[in-house]
Each structure stands twice: as C-alpha cells, then as structure tokens.
C-alpha cells in the first residue's frame, strides 16, 4: 500500500519570504498523480497544486511551485512571497493511476506566517 | 457549479443516536469519496463508490457505518447506533474518471457525539 509522509508537523515562515514544506511518498507503482491540498480554518479543502509523475517538469502555480524527485519519492511545495492568507493545514497526498482512484494523504503541516 | 454540497454542517447527538451525513456530487463526477479527519488520525478514506457503485469500503470502522449511493446526484453516511468516538469531521468529495482528476470536497460535516 502507498504511503505518504510530511516530517514536518509545523512550520513557520515570515510574511513576503519563502517557505518549503516536505513530502516523501513510498510505492511501487510508476504511473501516479501527486496533489497538494490546502485546508484553512474554514476546514475547506482546496487544491493547491498537482503533479503528473511521468512528466519531469515541475508543476508551478502563480506563488506555488513543486519540486519532484521521482527517483527519491520526494514532492515539496514551494511558497514564494507568503502571504497571511497562506496560513493554513497543508496536506500532501498520492493518486495511483493503475489501481483506482483512491486518494492517500499525509499527516499535514501547519504553516504559520507572521507579520 | 456549486461544488460539493454537504449537509449538515455541524450535528450534535447523544451516544446511541442515529445520525446520516448527507452529499451531493459534481454533476458529472463518476467518483464519490466520504473521508474522516480526526486529530489523532488525520484523514481517513472510509469508502468510496464509481457509477454508484462501492468500490472500497475497507475503512469503514465497523457495522455500525454504511454507505449507500441511490443515484450519481447522492449519498449518505450512516452511523448507528453512534459513539463518542465518531466525533470527527466527515468529508464527502468527488471526482471524474481520469486519476489526475483532483478530487472536489465539500465543506464538511462536524459530528459530536456526547
């Protein structure tokens, strides 16, 4: 089974800087789909950004930007220019593209950003 | 589109009651998922359905939760008799067929069980 995991339970970084929250991921598979989701404290969860496996550029989004080690199992996200609105749940999570659809989350980090 | 749609937002009900979570996917969404998020466990995937259909439901906890999808517009979540320990919020999301379809979650539903 594919497991997803974010060492980082905490993070904080100052506002106008950048940040960078980890992920690892273990499978076996080689066709697969990475997400990361935002959950602030309204508990909504939003999309932040995605990440096909096969492609080896790394998904950017406006201020939100990946770096994908397929060899290493490792997807970071990267927030440049943090703003107070970023402040939220972040979650990692694994999207097999062979064996059906379910969706594997990591544990989350908290991003604080300061004044 | 209205996204998902979750009802209701927030319950509270006594141990031994029953309680049924309701959803509403994306029109057109093929896949509907019901998640729960605890502190101590994060997010959970308790089943999830394809055309309707269970395709997984090995999260679910125990008999005393089902699922049910009658038609591509609903779902339910149902605990009976309900626990302390089902306090939780409980996600329902959904998604097309392609995998690199992101899924699409509604605002959740916070239970209490006292």
């Known amino acids: 089974a594919q497991t997803v995991t974010q060492s980082q339970p905490e993070m904080s970084v100052q506002e106008a800087e950048t940040v960078t929250l980890s992920c690892t991921y273990d499978?076996?598979?080689?066709?697969?789909?990475l997400f990361w989701y935002k959950q602030p404290p309204s508990r909504q969860m939003i999309l932040v950004i995605r990440?096909?496996?096969?492609?080896?550029q790394n998904a950017t989004e406006n201020r939100f930007s990946v770096n994908f080690q397929k060899a290493a199992k490792s997807f970071s996200l990267k927030i440049s220019d943090s703003q107070l609105g970023d402040a939220a749940m972040y979650f990692c999570?694994?999207?097999?593209?062979?064996?059906?659809?379910?969706?594997?989350f990591g544990e989350g980090t908290q991003l604080t950003v300061n004044p | 589109d209205a996204g998902v749609i979750q009802s209701p937002r927030h319950e509270v009900t006594e141990m031994g009651q029953e309680v049924t979570l309701r959803c509403k996917p994306i029109?057109?969404?093929?896949?509907l998922f019901w998640y729960r998020q605890t502190m101590m466990r994060g997010l959970e995937l308790l089943i999830y359905?394809?055309?309707?259909?269970?395709?997984?439901d090995s999260g679910m906890p125990e008999d005393r939760f089902s699922a049910k999808m009658p038609n591509a517009s609903f779902s339910t979540l149902k605990i009976q008799p309900s626990e302390p320990r089902d306090s939780a919020v409980y996600f329902c999301?959904?998604?097309?067929?392609?995998?690199?379809?992101?899924?699409?979650f509604g605002n959740g539903t916070r239970l209490t069980v006292t």
């Open positions: 999301a959904s998604s097309l067929t392609y995998t690199v379809s992101p899924l699409h």
């Open positions: 499978t076996s598979e080689s066709d697969y789909y």
């Open positions: 990440q096909e496996a096969y492609k080896q």
């Open positions: 999570a694994y999207r097999s593209a062979a064996s059906g659809s379910r969706l594997t």
């Open positions: 029109s057109g969404h093929d896949y």
């Open positions: 359905f394809n055309n309707n259909v269970p395709i997984d």
